[in-house]
């Protein structure tokens, strides 16, 4: 990244995206809650380490731009802190679309097979395969949780989202990548995509949870 084409306000921007996909993971990971617990705790501790994933980018970024100093490790912590976190808010959403606790060590041990990987290679490219596929599956079961509770609304969001969220690979390799127009469309996109993801959580956890008071005998 140049620090000349990527100002100090981008950098702030980038915040923004962050926080809303911390939101919106935290809502499903903890989405298990009146089933499991644990599952929910897990869920939770997932979003916030996907979270802590974007802020240490994000940091980089700011850092970087503001003062020229390229601190490598706060970048390269992304992948591996999303990768952990997706799977734990996975299980925790597999927990809820099962109605009882999941087995958690299918997920344990993609864990240790990614982090093998990843040392095995001496790269963060299984991580990033892992954190990119384990995103994208927890907006396809946010989806079917949202199609299961009627939340047809939510359901087309995430499928928008992952749509929005496709469309930066494009992005990301044209040839004008590096100018600051391009930076801001992909970061304008980057961040209405988040925003449709928090907005597609919200509406699932609120139909989930009114599916939950339903008295016996409802139609679900």
């Excluded at 930076?183 to 949870?209: C, D, M």
């Amino acid at each position: 990244m140049n620090t000349n084409d990527y100002p100090v306000i981008m950098a702030l921007e980038d915040y923004v995206p962050t926080l809303l996909a911390l939101a919106g993971f935290w809502l499903l990971g903890g989405a298990s809650a009146a089933i499991d617990r644990r599952a929910a705790v897990a869920g939770r501790l997932g979003g916030v380490l996907i979270g802590l994933g974007g802020v240490a980018k994000s940091t980089w970024k700011l850092i970087l731009s503001a003062f020229g100093h390229d601190v490598r490790w706060l970048e390269q912590s992304l992948f591996p802190l999303m990768a952990a976190g997706a799977l734990l808010v996975l299980w925790s959403l597999h927990t809820t679309l099962r109605g009882r606790r999941a087995p958690w060590w299918p997920y344990a041990l993609v864990g240790v097979g990614v982090a093998g990987a990843a040392v095995a290679l001496g790269s963060v490219q299984p991580a990033f395969i892992a954190a990119t596929t384990g995103v994208t599956l927890i907006s396809v079961l946010g989806a079917v949780l949202a199609g299961r509770r009627r939340a047809w609304v939510a359901v087309v969001l995430f499928v928008l989202g992952i749509v929005a969220v496709t469309s930066l690979v494009p992005l990301r390799n044209h040839p004008q990548h590096e100018t600051l127009a391009f930076q801001w469309l992909e970061q304008g996109t980057n961040t209405l995509a988040q925003a449709v993801f928090l907005t597609a959580a919200l509406l699932t956890v609120r139909a989930s949870r009114s599916a939950a008071v339903r008295p016996v005998g409802a139609v679900a």
